[in-house]
């Protein structure tokens, strides 16, 4: 059993909390990691906030990180102690019906489990003042020391830079593969990205890449316009300073609608506006972000009848074990950016500066 520091949620709606915990030794399939760096996301925060639906408490959260295998239990074949590695949130076991299949990277073999806040056989290996704390996403990385399935982690490059890579374990593989592989992206093609933070600054790089001619960046915050051109936003407006819905505007600038758009917020009326944003005949529209339980979106069925496509994407669409690694080789190629993502770096007893950050947008 290692003991060690990690970041305890005892209960919703408070703030994270430094504690000494004991992480215990990985079992069969299972790998116990050393976390060099991890990074927040509003996903965390949302569960904190308790309004996820399947958030346990006291829990370790955290799903953005990266770290180097301490050691590896009985039947573990992919990785080694002293392996780089990114935990992975959602896992590639090959075998189910969702790995075999090439149309989805949404592997099903501890999902169960994984949202009851569980290693696979049903139990904890985290337990702090006697307690027995959950796991989140299948990953936990605000612990100096995590544990997780041999299937939730991909072997990077030894090289990669920790506190880079980290964030290509969910947001910015879920941006760029949003583009490249949800949408599919053209060259040529007019792009809408609604809501500029991580993810959606991700997305207009994958459109950059994808050789989208024209990109539109809608935010509220004007802050985060300088950024977004940084990154290949072609323009980028506010909803608050025009008079008429943001699509109908969108709809005026693009001569019909753009051929792309992405939600990055998790907003189901943003939702409404990126789908009635695209061009009849051809326009997708991909939800990117993840809405508070219990919403439902709508629009008229005419927009579909005529011609609009709207879709979701988790994880981007990548096969995570596969892919994570040749993210890392691109970015260690220079193809993607993943440096200029990071705003702030703390130590860890900040975390909670780190979300305060967040929650300001900064």
Not at 41 to 51: E, F, I, K, Q, R
Not at 240 to 268: A, W
Not at 280 to 288: C, L, R, T
């Amino acid at each position: 059993v290692i003991k060690c520091k990690a970041a305890v949620a005892w209960e919703a709606g408070k703030p994270l909390s430094l504690e000494e915990v004991e992480v215990a030794p990985p079992k069969a399939h299972e790998v116990r990691i050393k976390i060099i760096a991890t990074a927040v996301c509003h996903t965390d925060a949302y569960t904190l906030s308790g309004a996820d639906p399947e958030g346990c408490f006291p829990v370790i959260l955290g799903h953005e990180g990266a770290g180097i295998v301490e050691s590896v239990g009985e039947g573990v074949k992919k990785v080694k102690p002293g392996d780089t590695v990114i935990p992975l949130y959602i896992p590639q076991c090959g075998e189910c019906k969702f790995c075999k299949n090439p149309k989805t990277n949404l592997c099903q073999k501890i999902r169960i489990t994984q949202g009851k806040g569980l290693m696979p056989d049903g139990t904890s290996r985290f337990t702090c003042k006697g307690k027995q704390i959950y796991h989140f996403m299948g990953t936990s990385t605000f612990s100096e020391y995590t544990v997780v399935a041999d299937i939730s982690v991909a072997k990077i490059d030894a090289a990669a830079p920790l506190d880079k890579v980290c964030l290509l374990g969910c947001g910015i593989s879920t941006g760029y593969g949003a583009a490249v592989n949800t949408a599919k992206v053209e060259p040529g093609s007019t792009c809408a990205v609604f809501g500029l933070g991580g993810v959606g600054l991700a997305v207009i790089m994958g459109c950059k890449i994808a050789g989208a001619s024209r990109i539109i960046g809608i935010d509220l915050n004007k802050d985060k316009y300088a950024k977004a051109k940084e990154f290949g936003a072609t323009e980028c407006i506010s909803p608050e300073d025009f008079k008429k819905p943001i699509q109908e505007v969108l709809v005026e600038m693009t001569d019909g609608g753009v051929d792309y758009s992405f939600e990055c917020i998790g907003n189901v009326g943003v939702m409404r506006a990126a789908l009635e944003a695209c061009h009849k005949g051809w326009g997708v529209s991909v939800i990117v972000g993840v809405a508070a339980a219990g919403q439902e979106i709508s629009t008229r069925p005419f927009q579909l009848v005529t011609g609009r496509t709207w879709k979701g994407t988790a994880f981007g669409g990548w096969k995570s074990v596969e892919n994570v690694p040749k993210l890392v080789t691109e970015y260690m190629s220079k193809k993607i950016k993943v440096d200029e993502f990071v705003t702030h770096t703390l130590p860890f007893d900040k975390i909670n500066e780190a979300f305060e950050l967040m929650h300001t947008g900064k």
